[in-house]
C-alpha cells in the first residue's frame, strides 16, 4: 500500500486525500485494506500538508497497521 501511495504522488504531485482515493483512482485498486476501518483510522495519522505548498489539500503519506498483535520477529503490527 505505501508503494501505492508512493505511485499517486508520482502521478499526481499530491497525497491522496484519503486511502478510497487510491482505489477510485485505479491505482492500488486490489487493496482489500483500504475498506478496512482499522487500517482508514490508522492512516489519518498520517495526513498531512505538504510543506513547500501549505494550501494544498492534505493527504495520506504512510499508512500503519490498525491490527493488534505481534509479529514473529516481536514488533507490533501497529509500530510498523
Known amino acids: 500500500m505505501r508503494d501505492a501511495i508512493d505511485q499517486y504522488y508520482a502521478d499526481k504531485n499530491q497525497y491522496p486525500s484519503t486511502l478510497d482515493a487510491l482505489v477510485s483512482d485505479g491505482t492500488c485498486a486490489n487493496c482489500p485494506t483500504t475498506r478496512?476501518?482499522?487500517t482508514a483510522a490508522a492512516a489519518e495519522h498520517f495526513?498531512?500538508?505538504r510543506p513547500n505548498n501549505p494550501?494544498?489539500?492534505p493527504g495520506v503519506y504512510d499508512v500503519k497497521s490498525g491490527a493488534d498483535g505481534t509479529a514473529l520477529d516481536g514488533t507490533?503490527?501497529?509500530e510498523v
Open 76 to 78: 507490533k503490527y501497529s
Open 55 to 57: 494550501i494544498a489539500e
Open 36 to 38: 478496512s476501518p482499522r
Open 47 to 49: 495526513r498531512r500538508t
